[in-house]
């Protein structure tokens, strides 16, 4: 019958617990072929076995037709948690097809990070429409965490914490956690505070539990273990912390060293996931806002620039081959032969590039390793760039019966190995250096860099020993 689901041919439910069952290409399509049946009874069914975040994944693979058909069927009770899994466009979309009205609703359910992460992207007015279902403590934290700058700490903060005073004891405390009314849903570790409401240390749940209940907190707390982040401090500059220190917490303070907020290791996860799209994507010149949800002529505008930069990098190595023409209409394996060493410059370069964007986001290569790691990286590519002119030095003598090309395209390799792998690793530092972001043109540079030197070393080298 139309409609109808085999049990049998269901996934296996492999989650941790019974409650939901995994999101594959197979369930998705059965979900998928019940909207196409206008089977919305088996759809929602299917639907109410997901968790929101597979349900969120579930949108970004739907076409827009049956984006709508599944926003309709989870109106009438969704996890507004789900909204905070959606890539920004789609979010958005998904929005106004809820309306904002019944979006304003669920929201009050979420945390004031998580609400943040929600409107931060829509103009003033729709903001104000969304925050009016809020309380007036919890839309007076979020318009306060929308005035710190986009990606700082404050915009990714949660103000709900436990925050206890430094002279209670374990027992007090415990009593706080069993009776206060307010706590979050969920908390890692007790920030202790003194009286300026300053933390002076944070005290794990765990050392909580297994602590005498006379014991002062300030006498199991720790100091050392605790690290404060500036509420204005980049969240980059964050995640770095979380990484190199390996915190489940961190409290937030302003700048006279008040608590405002607090950042958790899940915040931190979204960061981390997020600088690494952002590198990957500027590294190949296209937009934060290119994605599989995107409309096509905002795709098609945000990929144009630096398609255009690059059209005027190629006319410049095209001008380079423009200066040897003579050259290579005497000797036309030369023409065959010269997009060799470019690409490969180029692909040694991108692989230097590529290691060396990677570490400056990550705060392993800085001025004090520099030298060494441009050092090192000159010395692969030659080493590379030796065993390449070997090779192409062999084929080519094998293919065209000459020697002397042989060791011009070998020659060649070198060369423009070596300059890739030099460029490579100083490119990224040098616009760095410069307050610019390596990640967004280091690869222009780079490709116009290895082109012209490959062309110039290869057809310059051919000119004086060929000729």
Not at 73 to 96: A, G, K, Q, S
Not at 189 to 203: E, F, L, N
Not at 279 to 301: H, N, P, Q, W, Y
Not at 401 to 411: E, F, H, K, N, Y
Request: glycine residues 8%; negative net charge; hydrophobic residues 45%.
């Amino acid at each position: 019958m139309a409609g109808q689901v085999d049990e049998l041919d269901r996934p296996a439910d492999t989650s941790t617990g019974d409650e939901y069952v995994d999101l594959t290409p197979e369930y998705a399509r059965e979900i998928f072929d019940a909207l196409g049946e206008e089977d919305s009874n088996t759809a929602s069914e299917l639907l109410g076995e997901l968790h929101f975040a597979d349900i969120a994944d579930l949108l970004g693979w739907a076409s827009s037709n049956q984006r709508a058909q599944l926003v309709e069927l989870i109106r009438p009770d969704f996890d507004p948690e789900f909204l905070t899994e959606l890539d920004d466009d789609l979010r958005e979309e998904v929005i106004n097809l809820l309306g904002t009205d019944v979006v304003a609703e669920a929201i009050t359910e979420l945390d004031s990070d998580d609400v943040v992460e929600v409107i931060e992207d829509f103009d003033a007015d729709e903001q104000r429409e969304l925050l009016g279902a809020l309380s007036d403590i919890e839309r007076a934290r979020v318009e306060e965490a929308l005035s710190y700058p986009e990606y700082t700490a404050g915009r990714i903060m949660q103000r709900e914490l436990v925050a206890i005073p430094d002279y209670w004891s374990v027992g007090q405390t415990i009593d706080f956690l069993r009776s206060a009314k307010n706590l979050p849903d969920d908390f890692y570790d007790i920030i202790v505070v003194d009286p300026r409401y300053s933390p002076v240390g944070i005290v794990p749940l765990s050392r909580v539990i297994r602590t005498n209940r006379p014991v002062l907190v300030r006498d199991v707390m720790g100091s050392d273990e605790m690290r404060t982040v500036l509420v204005t401090e980049e969240q980059e500059n964050v995640a770095h912390l979380f990484r190199q220190r390996d915190l489940i917490s961190a409290p937030v303070v302003d700048d006279s060293g008040r608590l405002v907020g607090v950042i958790t290791v899940d915040d931190v996860v979204d960061v981390i996931d997020e600088e690494y799209e952002e590198d990957m994507m500027r590294l190949a010149g296209v937009g934060e806002e290119d994605d599989l949800s995107s409309a096509i002529l905002d795709t098609t505008r945000s990929r144009f620039t630096w398609l255009l930069v690059n059209l005027g990098t190629a006319i410049m190595a095209s001008v380079v081959i423009g200066l040897f023409e003579g050259t290579i209409e005497k000797l036309v394996a030369l023409a065959i032969l010269m997009p060799i060493v470019a690409s490969m410059g180029g692909n040694a370069g991108t692989q230097t590039l590529t290691v060396a964007v990677r570490a400056i986001a990550t705060r392993e290569l800085t001025s004090t390793n520099a030298w060494r790691v441009i050092r090192k990286e000159v010395a692969v590519c030659g080493l590379n760039g030796l065993a390449f002119a070997i090779l192409s030095g062999a084929v080519t003598w094998l293919w065209f019966d000459d020697l002397l090309l042989g060791g011009v395209i070998g020659a060649a390799m070198i060369i423009n190995l070596l300059f890739a792998g030099l460029f490579g690793a100083l490119i990224p530092l040098g616009l760095e250096r410069a307050g610019i972001d390596p990640a967004v043109s280091s690869s222009v540079f780079l490709t116009t860099i290895t082109d012209v030197v490959g062309f110039f070393a290869f057809l310059g080298l051919a000119a004086i020993f060929l000729l």
